[in-house]
C-alpha cells in the first residue's frame, strides 16, 4: 500500500538533453515572460559545474524539475518548478533536497537563491530548509522584488 510519500510519486533523476524541450515548455507555461527559453536551457546545461534534475510521476509525467550551480564554495538555485501534477506532493521539496544535496557534494558552504516575493508556497519551503532573506532587487520580476535567501547547511 502506498504511503503517499513523495519518493513513491515520483523519482527523482539527472534531467537529460532530450528533456529540455518538454520542461522549456512548462517553463513558458509556469513563469511566462520570465521563462527561461530553450537556447537558454541548453547553454546551462552547456555550463561546467551545473546540475539539472528533473522528478518524474509513476507515469513519466513531468512533475518538476531544479536547476543547481555549483563554485567556490557556493551554490546557486538556479530555477526550480513543479507542474501541475506535481503540485502539493512534496515534489518542490524533494528537488531542493536533491539539489542541495549535489550542492554539498561539491563542497558547497552556502546556498543562494532568489525568489519572487509574492511566491509565499516557495517562500514557506525554503525558510522550512533554513533559508533566509539578506536582501532584496527591486522590480526583479514583473510587478515584484526578488527577494535574495541563503542557506549555510
Known amino acids: 500500500m502506498s504511503t503517499g510519500a513523495p519518493h513513491e510519486q515520483a523519482g527523482i533523476d539527472e534531467l537529460r538533453w532530450w528533456d529540455l524541450d518538454e520542461v522549456a515548455d512548462h517553463d ?5 515572460p520570465t521563462a527561461w527559453t530553450l ?3 541548453w547553454a546551462v546545461k552547456a555550463q561546467a559545474g551545473t546540475a539539472m534534475f528533473a ?9 518538476g524539475w531544479i536547476v543547481m550551480s ?8 538556479m530555477t526550480i518548478a513543479t507542474t501541475e501534477v506535481g503540485r502539493g506532493q512534496g515534489i518542490a521539496r524533494e528537488l531542493l533536497r536533491a539539489g542541495i544535496g549535489w550542492a554539498l557534494s561539491r563542497g558547497a558552504e552556502a546556498v543562494h537563491l532568489e525568489v519572487d516575493e509574492h511566491n509565499e508556497p516557495a517562500l514557506g519551503l525554503y525558510r522550512s530548509f533554513g533559508f533566509s532573506e539578506w536582501g532584496r532587487r527591486p522590480d526583479y520580476y514583473p510587478g515584484a522584488d526578488a527577494i535574495l535567501m541563503r542557506f549555510h547547511p
Open 70 to 77: 555549483a563554485a567556490g564554495g557556493e551554490a546557486d538555485v
Open 55 to 63: 522528478a518524474r510521476t509513476p507515469t513519466s509525467a513531468l512533475a
Open 39 to 41: 537556447t537558454y536551457y
Open 28 to 32: 513558458a507555461a509556469i513563469f511566462g
